[in-house]
């Protein structure tokens, strides 16, 4: 598929999707069971299955390579076909994203996809402006009608911006299901838009090849439960998530309030009542998409709260592994609760606080194009990052050794806005030029340094270690590139990607300023020459015994 066609098909008109104000006509969202109605007729039958779920998974971990401990899975080596990706898309959409705002949080970033539950909080007032004081959270589902969900343009984007591997949202915090899942109604099957959606991406991946993830928040906002006496309450993940009122305390300390029907109905719906959210929900719903979906990749989120053994994420991970084993090599992320992150898992997982040195271990900054994570109707192109920036903050995070996992945010309906489809066209195209200096790279001696005009050089090297590249991300002042870091062997070639012929070129000495190569005589003044738009690599033989004995 043509990329023209591609970029006709995700909608190139910069900011256009649908205001608030259209979706005012909207009537209130009833699903055909109440959660009185679930729990009478489903919560026994989940319950039990549930149970019989749980003994497999043991049973399965009991006779594998790895065990349900943090120990046992912190053997389990990270695959070289992760570490060599470099590149990943995290697709963030679910129903959330037909609400669209975000305001920015303490981290500078925004965050639109918690918005079906800041819309009771801290949103509430923006909430009832644009949408009503009677338009409640599942007042949403029935907007939610994936009808620019298309699983082939997807895939296509993601071969379009040169990455390597996709993760999509398939559970976010407020538990809508993209999956048709045996332990909840509040799906995209059993609700709009009446299709599997991860079932679709997962075949359209499979086809081109592409590495797919199993994005799975460990937590949801709320959850109704059966308490002792077989009444409702409703299981909160914080206190400032619950009422102020009517709080008490269950097993581990979790945090309970009041079911009110009229207000959960139409806040919960389609989630079957059981009496242990994490052995009856959690865990089982877990095991329930790695056999359906087999997915290469495992991110779990909303395990800041409580330790890793309350979410037994240990045991998933380690069934996850089992099930791979002889078969394909798999990865999965580090947020297996509060005490987990940068200690366990594959690979250490960054937020907007994008790692500040190497690290020897392989790690994941988690970034969008612009300040938000979700759509965002009231983005702007002036926090969205430039084509330079966005392809500097590649080179950085590679060079420092992480992966780059790169937020795109369809609106409600799937459209991808013009702006984040123009970026990945452009970064897309730097690596088609460039690719061999970040795909399969790991960290060279230096990270970076900067020329004797003071432009920033970064660096990677290839896995062999037998080549350097430079990465200048300034076209040079002068005549000449000048890389300090490059330590070179005497009299081999230095090249440019994307250029055939070999540069003149001296090494002076690290103390001199390092490498000092020529620029092709026909790209001086000719940006029109230079065989890409942003950031130009310098390809040398890597001294890596100090040979030349600087």
């Not at 009833?30 to 319950?47: C, K, P, W």
């Not at 060599?84 to 898309?89: K, M, P, T």
């Not at 590679?398 to 123009?422: E, R, T, W, Y």
Request: proline share 5%; net charge negative; charged share 25%.
């Amino acid at each position: 598929m043509k990329i023209r066609l591609l970029i006709s098909g995700f909608w190139i008109v910069l900011f256009a999707c649908q205001p608030p104000e259209t979706y005012q006509e909207t009537r209130e969202f009833r699903y055909r069971y109440t959660i009185e109605q679930l729990q009478d007729e489903f919560s026994g039958e989940l319950m039990t299955r549930a149970g019989l779920d749980l003994e497999e998974l043991e049973m399965v971990n009991r006779n594998g390579t790895y065990r349900g401990t943090l120990e046992s899975i912190g053997r389990h080596p990270t695959p070289e076909w992760y570490r060599d990706a470099r590149l990943g898309i995290f697709y963030d959409w679910g129903p959330y994203s037909i609400g669209g705002y975000g305001e920015k949080g303490w981290n500078r970033a925004r965050y639109p996809d918690w918005y079906l539950n800041r819309m009771y909080h801290e949103y509430a007032a923006y909430h009832q402006a644009a949408w009503g004081e009677d338009f409640h959270r599942d007042d949403f589902i029935p907007l939610f009608n994936a009808e620019n969900f298309h699983a082939e343009e997807i895939v296509e984007l993601v071969k379009m911006s040169g990455a390597r591997y996709i993760v999509p949202f398939n559970k976010h915090h407020d538990g809508f299901c993209l999956w048709d899942s045996d332990y909840t109604m509040r799906d995209a099957v059993d609700m709009n838009p009446h299709r599997d959606l991860t079932a679709e991406l997962v075949e359209a991946c499979r086809k081109e090849g592409i590495p797919h993830g199993f994005y799975f928040s460990v937590e949801e906002y709320e959850y109704p439960l059966i308490g002792r006496d077989d009444s409702l309450v409703v299981r909160y993940w914080s206190e400032g998530m619950a009422p102020d009122t009517a709080r008490t305390r269950g097993r581990d300390g979790e945090i309970l309030g009041a079911f009110h029907s009229e207000l959960h109905n139409r806040m919960l719906s389609g989630k079957i009542p059981v009496k242990d959210f994490i052995r009856q929900l959690i865990v089982p719903q877990a095991r329930e998409f790695i056999d359906k979906y087999d997915p290469d990749i495992l991110w779990f989120d909303g395990e800041w709260s409580r330790p890793a053994g309350y979410y037994h994420t240990p045991e998933i991970v380690a069934y996850f592994y089992n099930r791979a084993e002889g078969r394909k090599e798999v990865a999965s992320n580090d947020r297996l609760g509060m005490e987990t992150r940068k200690g366990h898992g594959d690979f250490y997982t960054s937020e907007t606080d994008e790692v500040v040195e190497r690290l020897d271990e392989p790690w994941e900054e988690n970034r969008s194009m612009s300040e938000s994570y979700g759509f965002n109707r009231s983005d702007s192109l002036g926090n969205y990052l430039t084509a330079d920036e966005l392809v500097e903050m590649l080179v950085r995070i590679v060079a420092k050794g992480g992966n780059l996992n790169l937020v795109v945010n369809p609106d409600g309906s799937g459209k991808v806005p013009g702006i984040q489809l123009k970026l990945l066209g452009e970064l897309g195209r730097w690596l088609s030029v460039n690719g061999e200096a970040i795909y399969g790279t790991r960290p060279y001696e230096v990270i970076c340094d900067n020329t004797q005009l003071g432009q920033p050089v970064w660096y990677t090297m290839s896995k062999d270690s037998l080549y350097g590249y430079a990465i200048v991300l300034d076209w040079p002042k002068s005549e000449t590139f000048i890389c300090p870091g490059a330590n070179i062997v005497w009299g081999s070639r230095v090249t440019m990607l994307g250029y055939d012929e070999p540069l003149e070129w001296v090494d002076v000495g690290r103390d001199k300023w390092g490498l000092s190569a020529r620029v092709p005589p026909e790209m001086l003044g000719n940006p029109a020459a230079r065989p890409c738009d942003h950031a130009w690599v310098l390809k040398f033989r890597y001294d890596r015994n100090n040979e030349y004995g600087r």
